[in-house]
């Protein structure tokens, strides 16, 4: 019916926007969503009545409290849901618990054996460390009403499908039949990169804006693009490849098999066989022990080494510039936690970027670097899983009335 | 007042949904807007009375006339309004002139003594065209609602302040100042590119999609980007530079100053530079006839000839890869008109973007061709000026009631 379906929606609409105000009074509700007054106290007594959301007195000290403005403020019942997020890594899974307010209520690091598992093998890991996870607060899985799941690779999100990820050793895997089965709740899987903007967009440097971009520095680069407020994904779920954009025509091989992509020249891997032949690197030893090396030569006056290290920054300028060119953003986030990749975070690739762009008389996007651990990425794929939840609470709550 | 900003927009929405249906009965409109059939039927009336729709009866012979359909349609009034584009290329100036409905009235080319104008020159040589235009249809400046301009270069479309263009002697001048001023109009100018996609959007192959990207092919590359069943523009209005993202660092130089852009392998310029220590070519002859040299040298099998050809055409394959694995469209159309850019509208090309693209196990977006003339670029200009205008005739029968 369609009055239904527009009661359905003003739901929806309000409680999120009730997430994003934090404590927010219905008069500005409505001011800020265009519903009318009356809708708003209708749609807002029901989502009281669910338990989605409660009433407060509205803070005497806030500045705008003067002036006859209401004493209630609404916001969103912490307890009315739970989520996870996690995000696999390399070498372990981070979780964190949230509330259905988006605060942080838990997390843990679950350790993994192998960097590349079957289906089966991640969805055991990941059941294990959602266990940990919910003892650490005395609870079970089936507290949860949610789990977002990030992991690198080509996921397509709307239907869970992981066309290739460097952590599963099949192709085209769908994650949320894999994991829903196991788990007995909701899955919602995305690209890493993707939560980590979704994570900037709710929480962090891109709260203010609607047109950013997120690059993530891993031992991989990888991107996600808020455009109009929303992260953009692509039609068939596999946008946003930045590392696989081609910078050097017929250059460096990538992993991915072609030439000239900006990770055969930024990658861990590939910073390292570029100094193999001017360093005598362990072959027995690690990925990032060898990366540590090129570095630690190139600071110590290493000619060759700085050589190696010099040119990825230069490159990693020029995809950036490539970015701008083609989307014009307000922003780049710069995110990663690594130190390692600290070369690439460098004033001079800034300003190689700033170079490479098409010159205008106006200032070029702003940069933003922001380091942070594995619990960011946790948090943004937690983050995904609660827009969801929010919207299936929504829809119980019309099927209980 | 919060109910006659929600009946304004109501009016725009109702207008654009007409527009774009052609022919719509009110129920229809209703059910594709979601505004409630007694809004349809109220804001309607305003339309009718206002003159910027009209009532038709429903073709008795339409599919789904039987069944209890209503017996009326709406439709726009081509009369109500008039506008036109223009779109200013190297030698000439093309123009059309559209009534309200978006159908062709008339077209006219002015001639242009200079590829390169002060902003007087261009608005003079525009007044001319445009009094030309009108004179065929016994008409004058002073019947047009709105001017569409596309023009190459840097513009920023919100405020008519074209950055840099090749068909200016001055950066930084505010078009539509400069042209509202002299012609006594409201005027609309925005890079030409994203007015072929707005063409491509309205008229052409991109009406049934929600994001694609249209890539022109003139003496240069130029890119339009629909996302989201809009033109994205950036936050700067400098977005979508296609032909200067670095597809070879440090590679040949470019006329924008930098190194390694595609222009710099694909452009007309680039083509003649890079054969000319292989080929005799005519220091006196123009672009274009050292162009069509180069491409026949080709076609007769002189080797070096063929090779820059080829590598233009790989170039252009790895810069519509890039585009491919940042955006995930559905869609690349590639639009122009000029023959001596067959190269590029190669299948090898299109399969060498294929070859370069992430691969995933589903088909790579479609990819289609699109020739047409300087036409199609002015009526992406016209249907620019008429969304305006639409909003204009919308807002002015407000101020009547």
Redesign the interface.
């Known amino acids: 019916m ?1 009055f239904g379906h ?1 009661r359905l929606e003003s739901r929806r609409l309000l409680l999120r926007e009730i997430s994003k105000g934090g404590r927010i009074p219905r008069i500005d509700l409505a001011e800020r969503t ?1 519903i009318s007054r009356a809708t708003v106290t209708a749609v807002t007594a029901d989502l009281l009545k669910g338990g989605l959301i409660e009433e407060i007195p509205r803070d005497p000290e806030a500045e705008d409290s003067a002036r006859g403005r209401p004493k209630i403020d609404l916001k969103i019942s912490g307890n009315a849901h739970l989520v996870a997020g996690l995000k696999v890594s390399g070498h372990s899974i981070s979780f964190v618990l949230m509330d259905f307010e988006g605060a942080d209520i838990e997390t843990h690091e679950e350790a993994l054996p192998n960097s590349t598992m079957t289906p089966v093998g991640l969805a055991d890991a990941i059941a294990r460390g959602l266990d940990a996870l919910a003892a650490k607060v005395d609870g079970s899985v089936a507290d949860l009403s949610g789990l977002g799941v990030g992991l690198a690779g ?1 996921v397509q999100a709307d239907t869970g499908l992981v ?2 990820s460097p952590s599963l050793t099949q ?2 895997v769908n994650l949320h039949d894999v994991l829903s089965a196991r788990l007995g709740l909701p899955v919602f899987a995305d690209n890493d990169a993707n939560l980590v903007a979704m994570a900037e967009l709710t929480f962090g440097l891109g709260r203010d804006h609607s ?1 950013f971009i997120v690059i993530t520095i891993e031992s991989g680069v990888g ?1 996600g693009l808020v ?2 407020g929303q992260i ?11 590392g ?6 017929e ?1 460096a091989l990538c992993r ?3 030439r ?1 992509c900006l990770e055969a020249y930024v990658a861990d891997y590939a910073l390292v066989r570029d100094a193999s032949s001017v360093l005598d690197i362990d072959p027995k030893g690690s990925t990032a022990e060898a990366v540590a090396q090129v570095l630690a030569a190139a600071r110590a006056g290493h000619g060759a080494a700085r050589n190696v290290v010099d040119r990825a920054g ?2 990693f300028a ?1 995809g950036l ?3 701008v ?6 922003l780049i986030i710069l995110a990663g936690e690594q130190m390692q990749f600290d070369h690439l975070y460098a004033d001079a690739v800034i300003d190689e970027m700033r ?2 762009i ?5 200032p070029p ?1 702003r940069v933003e670097i922001h380091k942070w651990g594995n619990l960011m990425w946790a948090r943004g794929a937690a983050a995904y899983a609660l827009e969801f939840v929010q919207d299936i609470a929504v829809e119980s709550l019309d099927h209980a009335r």
Chains 1, 2 share one sequence.
């Open positions: 369609a527009q265009g080509l066309h290739w192709r085209n047109d991107m455009l109009g953009y994904r692509g039609t068939r779920g596999c946008g946003a490849e930045f696989h954009t081609k910078i050097n025509f250059g991915c098999g072609q000239g230069r490159m020029v510039a490539n970015l060119n083609v989307f014009d953003p307000q170079k490479s098409v010159q205008v008389d106006k996007p």
